[in-house]
C-alpha cells in the first residue's frame, strides 16, 4: 500500500474543526514569540503511542535493516531494533513467519546489543519457508540481495524452480555476529483444523524454555492464531511482550478479534505503522483460549463482531490512533463478508467511510488488492471488494 494513499486518507478522514484550527493557529503564533513555549504547548504524548526513537545513530547497522527485502516498513523494523536493545528483559524470544528474515536480522541485532541478554537466550525462530510466492516470484523478490551481496548467484541457482526459501534464509544470516543467536526451524502454522493430521511439523516452541518477547507475522488466519496463542502462552511469562506485524493489517481481522477478546490479559504498550505491541498482563491459559475464542469466525454472531470492533474503535479514539480507527472499520466488515454476511459488511463500508468524513476507504482495500482471504494449504483465495453487493 503506498503510505501516500495512507497519508491522504488519515489527513481527510478526521479534519479538525474551526476553534480547534484557530487554537492550534493561538499556539504556534506564541511558540513563534517564544519558541521556549514549545514544550508546554506540544502536545501530550499518546498514552501508547511509539516513543522510542526510530533512527540508528550506527550508519552500518543501519543499513543492514534494509538490505533484505521485507514486507515490513523501515520504521518497524527500526522499532524492533531498539525495542529489543533497549525494552527486552534478555530471555529467549520467539519469532513466526520472517519470511526472508528482515525482522528477525532487526531483532537479532537488538538482541546482541542489549546489556541484559541472557548468555543462553535465543531467538527462535519459525516459517513454512514454501507456499510463498513462485519460483519465479521468489527469484524476483531477492534480487536486490544479489545486487547488494548478501547472496551469490549460484545460490539462486540452486534454488531451481523451487519456491522454498530456507536455504536463501541461512545463507543471507549465516555470516553475520548475530546468526549465533538464531535458532531456525522449519514448522508451519496450521490455517485450518484439517491441516492437524495431514502435517507431520507443524510449529511447537521448544519444550522446557519460556519466553519474555514473542514476535508475530505468520498468523495469516482466525485458527492459525488460535493454535499459536494456546501453544505460546504456556510458555510466555506474565510481563512478555506480544509483538502482532498484522496488527493493524485490514485483512487480518482475527488478530484484533483475539485481542479484544482477551483484552483483560493483553495490555497495549507500543505501535508504529501496522505493528503493535501488547504486554501479557495476567496468566491466560488453553482452557481460556478455548472457551471464548472458537476455531473459525462463523461461530461467532453478528452481534459479537459489532460489539468487538465498536469498543476497539472507541478504544483507538480515546488514544488518537487515527490509522486503527479506520482499519477497524475495515476489519469488522471483513470479518462479516468472510463469514457470508456480504450486504452487511457493504453497509458498514459505506457508513464507516460517512463517519469518517472520508471518500477514501474503499481505495484504502483497493491499494492492498482485497478485503481480506480464505486460508488453503497450498494458497488463499482473495475475497477483493467486487464481491459486495
Known amino acids: 500500500m503506498k503510505l501516500q494513499s495512507v497519508a491522504h486518507i488519515i489527513r481527510s478522514s ?71 536493545s533497549q525494552f ?22 537488538g538482541m546482541l546489543d542489549n546489556p541484559r541478554r541472557a548468555p543462553q537466550a535465543s531467538l527462535h525462530t519459525y516459517d513454512r519457508f514454501r507456499y510463498y510466492m513462485s519460483g519465479q516470484s521468489l527469484r524476483d523478490f531477492i534480487a536486490p540481495l544479489l545486487a547488494n551481496g548478501e547472496l551469490a548467484q549460484r545460490d539462486v541457482d540452486e534454488m531451481g524452480e523451487s519456491a522454498d526459501f530456507e536455504a536463501i534464509f541461512n545463507r543471507v544470516h549465516g555470516k553475520h555476529e548475530y546468526n549465533r543467536l538464531i535458532r531456525c526451524v522449519n514448522a508451519p502454522l496450521p490455517d485450518l483444523p484439517e491441516e492437524l493430521d495431514a502435517t507431520d511439523n507443524l510449529f511447537q516452541p521448544p519444550a522446557g524454555i519460556t519466553f519474555d518477547a514473542v514476535f508475530i507475522d505468520g498468523c495469516k488466519s482466525w485458527f492459525g492464531t488460535r493454535y499459536f496463542m494456546q501453544s505460546v502462552v504456556p510458555q510466555a511469562q506474565v510481563g512478555a511482550w506480544f509483538i502482532f506485524q498484522d496488527y493493524a493489517h485490514h485483512p487480518c481481522f482475527w488478530i484484533p478479534a ?12 507500543l505501535y508504529v505503522d501496522s505493528t503493535y505491541a501488547f504486554q501479557l498482563r495476567q496468566p491466560l491459559t488453553v482452557r481460556d483460549i478455548q472457551a471464548r475464542f472458537p476455531e473459525s469466525p462463523d461461530a461467532w454472531e453478528e452481534k459479537q463482531f459489532e460489539d468487538l470492533f465498536r469498543h476497539l474503535m472507541q478504544e483507538a479514539c480515546d488514544r488518537d490512533d487515527p490509522r486503527a480507527q479506520i482499519v477497524y472499520g475495515i476489519q469488522w466488515a471483513a470479518a462479516l463478508a468472510y463469514v457470508g454476511k456480504k450486504a452487511v459488511a457493504r453497509r458498514i463500508l459505506n457508513d464507516h467511510d460517512r463517519k469518517c468524513g472520508s471518500d477514501g476507504v474503499d481505495e484504502w482495500i483497493r491499494c492492498v488488492g482485497y478485503l481480506t482471504y480464505y486460508p488453503g494449504k497450498t494458497g488463499s483465495r482473495l475475497l477483493k471488494l467486487d464481491e459486495l453487493p
Open 88 to 109: 527486552w528483559t534478555g530471555q529467549n524470544v520467539l519469532e513466526v513467519g520472517p519470511f526472508l528474515g528482515g525482522t528477525t536480522r532487526a531483532i537479532a541485532l
Open 14 to 84: 478526521f479534519r479538525k474543526g474551526a476553534p480547534a484550527r484557530l487554537l492550534e493557529a493561538l499556539a504556534d503564533g506564541c511558540v513563534k514569540l517564544k519558541p521556549s513555549l514549545a514544550r508546554r504547548y506540544a502536545p501530550p504524548a499518546n498514552t501508547h503511542g511509539a516513543v522510542m526513537p526510530l533512527l540508528l545513530s550506527d550508519g552500518r547497522k543501519s543499513a543492514m535493516l534494509d538490505q533484505i527485502p521485507s514486507q515490513t516498513t523501515r520504521a518497524e523494523r527500526r522499532f524492533l531494533y531498539h525495542f529489543f
Open 258 to 269: 483475539f485481542l479484544g477478546t482477551f483484552r483483560d490479559a493483553f495490555q497495549l504498550g
